[in-house]
T-cell receptor
Framework: AQKITQTQPGMFVQEKEAVTLDCTYD???????LFWYKQPSSGEMIFLIY??????QNATEGRYSLNFQKARKSANLVISASQLGDSAMYFC??????????FGAGTRLTVKP | DSGVTQTPKHLITATGQRVTLRCSPR?????VYWYQQSLDQGLQFLIH???????AKGNILERFSAQQFPDLHSELNLSSLELGDSALYFC??????????????FGSGTRLTVV
C-alpha cells in the first residue's frame, strides 16, 4: 500500500536560513512521482516541485530543491534563504501507477524574523 | 487563479442536511479529483473521475457521492451531514488520469461548516 510520512508536525527557521522538511514514502511500484505542495493560511494548495522515480538528478525550482534518496525512500524538501512568506503548511505527496495522489500529514513551517 | 473553479467558497448548513459542491476543471483537463481536509490534517483522497467515468475511490463515505458531467464539471454531493463532515473540500484537475508525472492543479476549496 502507498504511504507518505512527514514526521515533523512543526518546524521553525530563522529568516534567510535554509530548512529541510522531511518526507519518506513507501510504494511497491517502480514508477512513481513525488510532489511538494505549499498551503498558506489562506488555504489554497500551491504546487512547488516534482521528482520522478527515474530522474537521475534532484529537482530544483528556484529556492526549492528536493533531496531525493531513492534507496532510503526519502524525498526531503529544502528551502534556501527562507522568507517570511514561506510560513505555511507543506505537504509531501506521491502518485504511482496504482494510486492517485496521496498526501502526508504535513509540516507547519514558521519563519522567524 | 489556478484555472480550477470551486463553488461555493463557504457553506454553512445544519446536521442532517444535504449539500452539493461544484467544480469546473482547468480547460483541457479530463480528470477531476476530490479531497477532504479536516482541521489541521492532511488531504484525504475521496474520488477520481476521468472523462465522465469513475476511475478510483478512496476514503469516501457512503453518504457522499460524486459525478462528472459531459462538460467535465464535477459535483460532490454530501448528504445526512454530521458535525464531523466540517472540512475544506478541494477539487483538483489534471490533463490525463494515468501519468505518474502529472501534477494536479487545485481549486481554492469549499469550506463546509456543519452546525
Amino acid at each position: 500500500a502507498q504511504k507518505i510520512t512527514q514526521t515533523q508536525p512543526g518546524m521553525f527557521v530563522q529568516e534567510k536560513e535554509a530548512v529541510t522538511l522531511d518526507c519518506t514514502y513507501d510504494t511497491s511500484d517502480p514508477s512513481y512521482g513525488l510532489f511538494w505542495y505549499k498551503q498558506p493560511s489562506s488555504g489554497e494548495m500551491i504546487f512547488l516541485i516534482y521528482q520522478g522515480s527515474y530522474d537521475q538528478q534532484n529537482a530544483t525550482e528556484g529556492r526549492y530543491s528536493l533531496n531525493f534518496q531513492k534507496a532510503r525512500k526519502s524525498a526531503n524538501l529544502v528551502i534556501s534563504a527562507s522568507q517570511l512568506g514561506d510560513s505555511a503548511m507543506y505537504f509531501c505527496a506521491m502518485r504511482d501507477n496504482n494510486n492517485d495522489m496521496r498526501f502526508g500529514a504535513g509540516t507547519r513551517l514558521t519563519v522567524k524574523p | 487563479d489556478s484555472g480550477v473553479t470551486q463553488t461555493p467558497k463557504h457553506l454553512i448548513t445544519a446536521t442532517g442536511q444535504r449539500v452539493t459542491l461544484r467544480c469546473s476543471p482547468r480547460s483541457g483537463d479530463l480528470s477531476v479529483y476530490w479531497y477532504q481536509q479536516s482541521l489541521d490534517q492532511g488531504l484525504q483522497f475521496l474520488i477520481h473521475y476521468y472523462n465522465g467515468e469513475e476511475r478510483a475511490k478512496g476514503n469516501i463515505l457512503e453518504r457522499f457521492s460524486a459525478q462528472q458531467f459531459p462538460d467535465l464539471h464535477s459535483e460532490l454531493n454530501l448528504s445526512s451531514l454530521e458535525l464531523g463532515d466540517s472540512a475544506l473540500y478541494f477539487c483538483a484537475s489534471s490533463p490525463s488520469g494515468g501519468r505518474v508525472s502529472g501534477g494536479y492543479t487545485f481549486g481554492s476549496g469549499t469550506r463546509l461548516t456543519v452546525v
